[in-house]
């Protein structure tokens, strides 16, 4: 088992990261790609990575990135406008790049990153100007991490969700991964949720896509299609913890534990090798590979 996205700075994971890993491990568990969203979680995931190494050697990795849906974050809590938007997406660019030259050893890929044209429209009030600037600050970032992940030589752990019914932030994605990788960027589509139109495209880009807890949710049809769409050889698992806590979790009203956590991933598999019919050894063995293919450093020590 592998999960190839997890944020393992953040409440309640952080707190339980001991026991959580211990769980995991003991099972068959055998890597997790952390993944960071911005300067407030760099120094705290790195450490977390480093005794993680210690305890468990190999099993767990390091993504730097900057996550789409900080800057309407930002935006918000400093009344950002016009061209301040761009400078502040230039700084957390600045920040990150700072943190990546100094550890650049440590890091195995380059996430979470991308685009999100849904969190503004869905839990925020800003003017169309606004809208569409900040889309401009996220793709001016995300530029900048695709030209320094074919520099650098690493995958990225990409974010693309758009509002229903469009295909606008994921076509912008993948035009923006096509001018600045050349062919050349490797990567997983993290938690798609977009059509299957969209999904031959990123699948004919080379791309991996990554599946969550989504697939055990009764709501989650969409993805269960998008599963059935995708082949094996791109397949990779993921909790996106402490979110997304799978169906049996959720269900269970007095469940000790609430959050996504890395041991789901057995559930995770479990729906999925029922979707695919496919046995859960060989989708555990095949997706494990392609874990490796992806995200693994050949140098690492
Ligand atoms: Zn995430």
Redesign the pocket.
Known sequence: MHDS?I?ISMSPLKENISEDMYEFTSSNGKHILI?TTDISNYQDSLEIYSSLSKGYPKVADLALGI?PSRIEDCVTKNNLEGTEIFKYAQKQYNLFKDFFEKNKEEISAIG?CGLDYYTMEQYYNFSKETKEEIKEAQRRIFSKLCKLAVKENLPMSI?ARDIRDSDNCVKDTLKILAKEGNGLIRGSF??YTGSIKMLSQILDLGMYVGFNGIITYPSGGNVREILQNTPIERILFET?GP?LPTQSVRKKKNAKKKYGRPMLIKEIIEKASEIKNIPFEKLETITDENYITLFMKEDRP
């Open positions: 996205h944020h993944q996550h979470e974010h993290h938690s996106d979110f």
